[in-house]
């Protein structure tokens, strides 16, 4: 896949959240029927930032295949005003943010949410409040550190995808999430796991990245 020259201008916004100000970066389509997607970074406890490698890498896939996209700070990373909240605010956050996103694109043809770590916990949340939200992405789920029973039913088709050599989170637990969410009525969860690849992607980028486009690829609603 051929990205997006990195040195292209990201637009920075301030969003309004329910503890103040959250920074964003947002890249609109010239397409006003255009869909939209929101891309929500890791654990601000561990460095998580919207500037995150495979966050930026999945703003960037998104935005080459036409999306019009939207990655922010949570609450109390970089600029973001408030205190990290264990996800209650995180989530507060990211449905300020998406409302911000589908306010600037009202015309838009579909909505997404893309995750990474625990990005990708608060990104299946978002899903499951929003009925407009037409697919996932969920990147390195924390499945064993997180509860993801509230994924039942999941309202919508999507990708997990990890890395077979993750040490944070096992491989046998993304499955286990991904093997539950496929027996689902009504919804079609895919799953790639990228062999070699750690919980970072580190040297596996373009693998992952080339694994959405594929997935995208797919789907008949885009």
């Known amino acids: 896949m ?13 969003i309004s959240g329910p503890s103040g100000r959250l920074e964003g970066r ?6 006003a029927n255009a869909p939209v997607a929101i891309i929500l970074h ?24 036409g999306f019009s996209c939207l990655r922010f700070n949570f609450r109390g990373v970089g600029k973001s005003e408030g205190e990290f909240d264990d996800g209650l605010g995180e989530l507060a956050d990211a449905a300020s943010a998406l409302d911000f996103l589908q306010a600037n694109s009202p015309n838009s043809s579909g ?14 949340q978002l899903l499951m409040r929003r009925p407009e939200i037409s697919g996932f992405i969920s990147v390195s789920p924390p499945a064993n550190t997180y509860d993801f029973s509230f994924l039942a039913p999941c309202p919508s088709s999507g990708l997990i995808i990890n890395g077979s050599l ?4 096992p491989p046998s637990d993304i499955k286990n999430l991904s093997d539950r969410l496929k027996l689902q009525k009504g919804i079609k969860v895919s799953h790639k796991e990228i062999e070699g690849a750690d919980h970072f992607f580190t040297n596996f980028e373009e693998e992952m990245t080339k694994s959405v486009n594929e997935y995208l690829a797919t789907r008949s609603d885009l």
Request: aromatic letters at 14%; a positive charge; proline letters at 7%.
């Open 2 to 14: 051929s990205l997006i020259d990195k040195g292209t201008s990201m637009p920075e916004v301030n």
């Open 166 to 169: 993750d040490r944070l989170v």
């Open 26 to 31: 947002y890249h609109p389509q010239k397409n």
């Open 111 to 124: 909505c997404w949410v893309v995750g990474f770590s625990f990005g990708s916990w608060i990104g299946m």
């Open 42 to 65: 890791p654990h601000p406890k561990f460095g998580g930032t919207m500037n995150n490698r495979v966050v930026y890498n999945l703003h960037y896939c998104f935005l080459n295949l």
